[in-house]
């Protein structure tokens, strides 16, 4: 069997580390082919319109220039499933930063100059780009993201609790979020013989390479498509985004290899962001804490390109026994880029107006909020009625505060200081879906005794290979060391993108069941392997896609500790402490890495994180990492993840639940709540910046 420090948990450390960190590992934009060119989009400065002329001479005219493609001379496409993706195909501009030109030229320093050359000619529209100005234009969608239904109901909400004797309306708001991987979004493309092969930096190579035929309109065997490293992505890299299939319009249009690496101030406006959010809360409660009523209601934007509407009251169906409960979605169609996928997309803004809401409750109960939480806790799914697969929310609560601390705790908020800075500690709870999709995946045993694990799977930093090889480790019954696995590339059997926190548990799925037929194989066989070896395969399909019914979900508890300083307004977070029961954690290092970036990106959402959009321009304001500000080493605390062991038998062969996403989802609600103990004031619009917080604590000392 398998050593004990190969086994599934154990923490072993990446396998591509050492590449990565010696620059051996290759990006997409580091694939530099013979006579390769280089792209620079040129993209609308009108928040909506036509272009009425395009003036490329200048541009031509500048040494290693070869091309400025625009919408009369761009390769026409194939029809767009995704019309994002339909550019340079007209003169319309849905919105700032849509792409009206691309400068190629063999040098990026050239293809730069000419894009600043081109002069475009506009004839404006009228425009609508804030979300707080049309909350009257809101319309039910038939559904909102992930296919879930954009309204539910349960019992008389609304009756229930205007008769509640305790009652909390509040209003919660989540400005636009953007994504910002550390690696923006690029391709290398190159045409050779009718094919078409990309590097790309994307969470999911096979969605790429037949969106890439469609548009080319190739069958799919004629374009290959690698994403071997990926630099982050957040669920901005989880669909294709404009900057392959530009890179591949340019390789078409010039006949030489193009390389377009997307200028981080264009990632606001072509790659999707979080879309704002603005919740209405109301809770209706025993004197108790039981809850008769839960009502939660969501606004947000969409783009007029293509629907895109955040499922943020989709958790709230999920987390708390009630009499009745009512969760809608409304959503304006504004003249923006269109919003896409973030870091649990629906959970994280959803989860923090909720869990900030649970808390007011508390407070107005004179209870402790774990407590609250834990008289609330549910037996079935509150919305659907199923049983859970298991749920340990309560659990997690208890471990966390006996970690943190947290019956020390004097209830009462701004008793705690130190000389001119308040101290207090906030609790909120997290959840997120168990997602799964069908995956193929090859294993080949070797007659030197290698084992050949392939599947399309693709790793943006979390770690995929390693934990791949410990999954077929473990089901070969051999070491970790002699297994290796191919991933990242077309060329590999078809596997679904890394996203919605569903990778791991899809592809180990396909992984797993290769590598137990291969061991029964081998089990069975007398003699030596043949030079070329023996495989075993798996298709998943059928299986990880069928309907489970069971409710499956990964649940967590956030801690945290804050200091805000009275003078300045400034919030420093001096403690985040998360416990998690997501399954079996297959690795230990991994897993605790996903937990805390989690968690930081979630104390980004809190305190620093800021996207808005200027009413005149259309623009988004501070879309570059000078103007949007994602936490320092210096804003991070001490930080610690741990986990419940948390056995699950109705999930996958792995037992596993997805975690690279609920580290975000309680952090933010966390800091809040902290932040409310600390001050006694309640802040309902993120995030707690040093200017809002000091012009509220001065407010409370006037009165």
Known sequence: MASHANALGAPMERREGRAKVTGEALYATEYTPPGCLYAWPVTATVPRGRVTSVDTGAALALPGVLAVLTHETAPRLGDADDPTLAVLQDDRVPHHGWPVALAVADSLEAARAAAARVDVGYASEPHAVTLADHLADAYRPEDANGGNPADRHR???????????????????????????????????????????????????????????????????????????????????????????????????????????????????????????????????????????????????????????????????????????????????????????????????????????????????????????????????????????????????????????????????????????LLGTGVAAATYPVLVSPSRATVTAHPDGLHVVRVNATDIGTGARTVLAQVAAQALGVGADAVRTEIGSTGLPRAPLAGGSSGTASWGWAVHEACSSLARQLRDREGPLPPEGLTASADTEGSADAESPYARHAFGAHFAEVAVDRNTGEVRVRRLLGVYAAGRILNARTATSQFIGGMVMGLGMALTEHGSVDPASGAFIGSDLAGYHVPAHADVPAVEAHWIDEEDEHLNPMGSKGIGEIGIVGTPAAIGNAVHHATGIRFRDLPLTPDRVHGALRGAARH
């Open 155 to 421: 019992g008389d909400a609304e009756g229930d609790f205007t008769a509640a004797p305790v009652q909390i309306d509040v209003r919660y708001r989540v400005p636009p979020l953007h994504n910002h991987p550390m690696e923006p979004h690029g391709a290398t493309a190159t045409w050779e013989d009718g094919r078409l092969t990309v590097y790309d930096s994307s969470q999911g190579g096979d969605t790429v390479r037949s969106v890439l035929a469609a548009l080319f309109k190739l069958p799919e065997d004629r374009v290959t498509v690698i994403c071997e490293h990926v630099g982050g992505g957040f669920g901005s890299k989880g669909t294709p985004r404009p900057h392959v299939v530009l890179a591949a319009m340019a390789s078409r249009h010039t006949g030489r290899p193009v390389k377009l690496a997307l200028p981080r101030r264009q990632l606001a406006e072509l790659v999707g962001h979080r879309a704002p959010t603005d919740h209405r809360l109301r809770l209706g409660a025993a004197p108790d804490g039981t809850l008769a009523s839960v009502i939660h209601e969501v606004t947000t934007h969409t783009s007029r390109v293509k629907e895109f509407v955040e499922q943020a009251a989709v958790p709230t169906r999920v987390m708390y026994a009630s009499g009745s409960s009512l969760t809608a979605h409304r959503v304006a169609a504004l003249d923006v880029p269109t919003p896409s996928w973030m870091r649990a997309p629906g959970e994280a803004p959803g989860m923090y107006a909720l869990e900030s809401a649970v808390d007011e409750l508390a407070c107005a109960l004179g209870m402790d909020p774990i407590e609250l939480r834990a008289l609330n806790e549910p037996d079935r799914e509150p919305d659907s009625g199923r049983l859970f697969s298991s749920r340990h929310v309560v659990e997690c609560l208890r471990e966390g505060a006996r970690r943190f601390g947290w019956a020390e705790r004097d209830p009462r908020p701004g008793t705690r200081r130190e000389g001119s800075v």
